[in-house]
C-alpha cells in the first residue's frame, strides 16, 4: 500500500476511554486517530500553521475504514500516513494502524480532503508548494504521543512488550464491518 519504505509515522496509546466494556477500542474512535495522524503528517510537511491559523483550511469529504484486528486499552498505536492521491482542490490520504512492534496492520483508512478558503469554506486548488510537499511526504518523519521511550531508541517491540494481555486473546477475524 505504501510507496516509501519509511513513511512519517504517528504513535499513540490508547486510553481508558476510548475502549468498551471489553477494553477494545470503540470503532468510532479510530477516525479521531487518524485525524490526529493526518494533522501530524501536515505539520511534519511544514503546513500545520497555515492549515491551523492562515488562509487555508480541509474538510474531509469521504473516509473509509478496514478492520483486520483490534487494538486494546494501553496498546501503543503506530500509523503510517502517506498522500496517495492528489486532485484540483483534493488530497488523500492513507493509514496503516500497527500494534506498535507487530509487522500485521490491524486497520487500514482512506480519507479524502478538500482544500477550502479558510473565511468562505469555498474549495480551492492545492498551491503549487502544498502539492510537491504532499507527494514528497514525510519519510523517516516519526513524532511520539504515546512513550517517552521511543524518542530515547528503545525498539518499538518493547512498547508494548510490558503489558500482559493474554487473559484477552487477540482476535483476528474481521471483527468490524467497513465503513
Request: some cysteine; glycine content about 6%; proline content about 6%.
Given at each position: 500500500m505504501f510507496r516509501m519504505d519509511d513513511p512519517f509515522r504517528y504513535y499513540l496509546r490508547v486510553r481508558y476511554g476510548e475502549c468498551d466494556a471489553q477494553k477494545i477500542v470503540f470503532n468510532a474512535q479510530y477516525g479521531v486517530y487518524v485525524d490526529l495522524a493526518g494533522?501530524?503528517?501536515?505539520?511534519a510537511l511544514g503546513y500545520g500553521e497555515v492549515l491551523m491559523n492562515g488562509p487555508l483550511d480541509y474538510q474531509v469529504v469521504k473516509q473509509t475504514?478496514?478492520?483486520?484486528?483490534?487494538?486494546?486499552?494501553?496498546?501503543?498505536l503506530q500509523i503510517a500516513v502517506e498522500a496517495t492521491a492528489l486532485g484540483t482542490t483534493s488530497f488523500t490520504l492513507a493509514c496503516q494502524i500497527h500494534v506498535a512492534g507487530r509487522p500485521e496492520p490491524i486497520?487500514?483508512?482512506?480519507?479524502?480532503?478538500?482544500?477550502v478558503d479558510a473565511k468562505t469554506l469555498e474549495k480551492t486548488p492545492l498551491p503549487a508548494d502544498f502539492r510537491a510537499a504532499l507527494q514528497s511526504g514525510a519519510p523517516g518523519r516519526h513524532v511520539n504521543h504515546a512513550d517517552s521511550t521511543l524518542r530515547h531508541g528503545a525498539p518499538e517491540a518493547q512498547l508494548n512488550s510490558s503489558r500482559d494481555h493474554s487473559e484477552y486473546p487477540r482476535?483476528?477475524?474481521?471483527l468490524r464491518p467497513t465503513v
Amino acid at each position: 500500500m505504501f510507496r516509501m519504505d519509511d513513511p512519517f509515522r504517528y504513535y499513540l496509546r490508547v486510553r481508558y476511554g476510548e475502549c468498551d466494556a471489553q477494553k477494545i477500542v470503540f470503532n468510532a474512535q479510530y477516525g479521531v486517530y487518524v485525524d490526529l495522524a493526518g494533522l501530524e503528517f501536515l505539520r511534519a510537511l511544514g503546513y500545520g500553521e497555515v492549515l491551523m491559523n492562515g488562509p487555508l483550511d480541509y474538510q474531509v469529504v469521504k473516509q473509509t475504514t478496514q478492520w483486520k484486528s483490534s487494538a486494546r486499552f494501553d496498546d501503543v498505536l503506530q500509523i503510517a500516513v502517506e498522500a496517495t492521491a492528489l486532485g484540483t482542490t483534493s488530497f488523500t490520504l492513507a493509514c496503516q494502524i500497527h500494534v506498535a512492534g507487530r509487522p500485521e496492520p490491524i486497520a487500514t483508512t482512506e480519507s479524502v480532503y478538500v482544500l477550502v478558503d479558510a473565511k468562505t469554506l469555498e474549495k480551492t486548488p492545492l498551491p503549487a508548494d502544498f502539492r510537491a510537499a504532499l507527494q514528497s511526504g514525510a519519510p523517516g518523519r516519526h513524532v511520539n504521543h504515546a512513550d517517552s521511550t521511543l524518542r530515547h531508541g528503545a525498539p518499538e517491540a518493547q512498547l508494548n512488550s510490558s503489558r500482559d494481555h493474554s487473559e484477552y486473546p487477540r482476535q483476528d477475524s474481521n471483527l468490524r464491518p467497513t465503513v
